[in-house]
């Protein structure tokens, strides 16, 4: 009788089915801690068969497990950021999130890869836009208009760019010093997009018209401070407060909705500087990311956003010293008080890399670990030496990790041209077939096919996987020159039992 279980951490071996016993130690593939496993029925005391596709395969009964892990992926998008969240619940209790998807294709042909190109409808649990620049939200165009992808809900930081006469109004209506047109729910953004003069051919209201018009979503809604579940005086992602699961929670740090002087709920505008009292509105959209920090146990994970200086500034204030600027003195105790609500194990790095940062932020996270998600052939030279610099100084440890999706992969990021079309003759075959071996035939050729693709581009080579049970974890990448029983390079990261706090330990393979 088969069982879905998975494998035991951080690096587990598959080996030879029909060997005898004493030669049973030759490896056949290497998987990583979480991976999904069909085990069968046993072979003896010590050894159970597994069903891998077609074939099968002997593993030790020390070598799985039937909890399952939360997963984050990390994918190289290009330049911009976009992740995959897994809870660990199964069945109805699994919830996918997608946060952010770059600015190209790389999202979509991964998620193709990873569903088998949703031959059927799929629901997704949701996904989150962390605010509109391009490079974090043009990867969900593909997404939205796919006839079988659905999520049960759309968020997004409420600022929504449209078509205006002058720049300063394309993030709608600035008043006293706050951006007050705030788009809460699917009614006030249906409302403001259904005038075609305010979508024009920009490109975010496109996306989110076309996440309106093809019921991409049950509900599309902003996501605050305020526009959250209100719990314990915090805001939580709906789903993820903790009366919903205290194991599991995900806190809304930003946007921080305040009251402008007209009474009206708005997001402060930003300058190039903190002080600045003319509005960017790059560093004003940017600067109100959706900002989530992820509990699971004793794990914490920041998602950054592309938060930018003026906004870090704003943010250590407003949760380190209720709002106020802070003496020279009073700088480390807001620092510390900011940090019960930033310090995390693992953050996703602002801003692909951008040096655009301040001391004090990256004091309160004061992570074991970063993830820097940023592209080749762009302009702004990220991750910034100095950054990266900075982030070995602030982080937890002697040894802090920085881990870059376009530094940890050095192919190329397009697939090989020749196999596409090789795959799409193929789909054809599959509609028109109906002899069952061959199918089988057909499928086998394109699973083959879909696994080239993915192993020649970013899906696999700049992707970094965290998989952790909440009380350890384990952060790793794709050997780009490995084999079968050699396709993982990892970290672990564990308690350290003198602090109390998750650090790395030496690296494995």
Not at 8 to 28: F, H, M, Q, V, W
Not at 422 to 443: G, H, V
Request: charged share 35%; glycine share 8%.
């Amino acid at each position: 009788m088969t069982k879905i279980c998975y494998a035991k951490g951080p690096i587990i071996y598959l080996y030879d089915r029909t060997a005898p016993e004493k030669k049973r130690s030759k490896r056949k593939k290497q998987l990583l801690w979480g991976d999904w496993l069909r085990v069968g029925d046993p072979i003896n005391a010590d050894w159970f068969e597994v069903k891998w596709g077609k074939q099968k395969f002997a593993i030790h009964k020390d070598d799985f497990q039937e909890e399952r892990l939360l997963e984050i992926i990390f994918l190289d998008v290009g330049q911009g950021d976009g992740c995959i969240l897994t809870t660990p619940g199964v069945g109805d209790d699994e919830k996918i999130m997608i946060v952010d998807a770059g600015d190209r294709d790389n999202m979509m042909r991964f998620l193709n890869w990873r569903f088998r190109d949703f031959k059927t409808q799929f629901k997704f649990h949701a996904a989150i836009v962390t605010h509109p620049d391009a490079d974090h939200y043009r990867g969900f165009q593909p997404i939205f208009e796919h006839e079988n992808i659905a999520f049960e809900k759309i968020y997004h930081n409420g600022i929504v760019e449209r078509k205006a006469p002058k720049k300063k109004l394309r993030l709608g209506a600035i008043e006293d010093g706050f951006v007050t047109d705030l788009r809460p729910d699917t009614d006030s953004l249906r409302e403001l997009l259904k005038i075609k003069d305010n979508r024009g051919s920009t490109h975010y209201p496109k996306l989110m018209w076309t996440a309106l018009e093809n019921g991409r979503a049950d509900s599309i809604e902003m996501l605050s401070t305020k526009h959250s579940i209100q719990e314990e005086g915090k805001g939580w992602l709906p789903g993820f407060a903790p009366s919903d699961n205290p194991e599991l929670t995900i806190e809304i740090l930003g946007p921080v909705v305040q009251k402008a002087p007209n009474g009206k709920d708005g997001l402060r505008i930003f300058g190039k500087t903190f002080s600045s009292r003319s509005m960017d509105n790059g560093k004003t959209k940017n600067g109100h990311s959706v900002l989530m920090r992820l509990r699971y146990r004793d794990l914490n994970v920041l998602f950054g956003g592309d938060l930018n200086s003026p906004a870090e500034t704003f943010l250590t204030r407003h949760y380190g010293n209720d709002g106020k600027k802070p003496t020279r003195a009073q700088i480390p105790g807001m620092v510390k008080r900011a940090s019960e609500r930033f310090s995390v194990d693992l953050m996703k790095c602002c801003h692909h890399g951008s040096s655009d940062v301040t001391e004090e932020f990256l004091e309160s996270a004061s992570p074991a670990a970063y993830v820097v998600s940023s592209g080749d052939q762009e302009s702004h030279v990220h991750p910034r030496p100095d950054l990266l610099g900075l982030l070995g100084r602030k982080g937890r440890g002697d040894r802090p990790l920085i881990l870059c999706t376009e530094v940890l992969r050095s192919t190329r990021e397009k697939e090989d041209p020749e196999l596409r079309p090789k795959l799409d003759k193929i789909k054809e075959k599959l509609l028109k077939e109906e002899d069952e071996e061959k199918i089988d035939d057909l499928e086998k050729e394109r699973d083959t096919i879909l696994d080239l693709l993915f192993k020649r581009n970013v899906g696999v080579y700049g992707a970094i996987n965290l998989r952790t049970d909440g009380r350890r974890a384990v952060v790793a990448f794709r050997n780009e020159k490995g084999s079968d029983t050699n396709r993982w390079f990892y970290y672990e990261m564990e308690k350290d039992p003198a602090t109390g706090q998750m650090l790395p330990k030496a690296a494995g393979h």
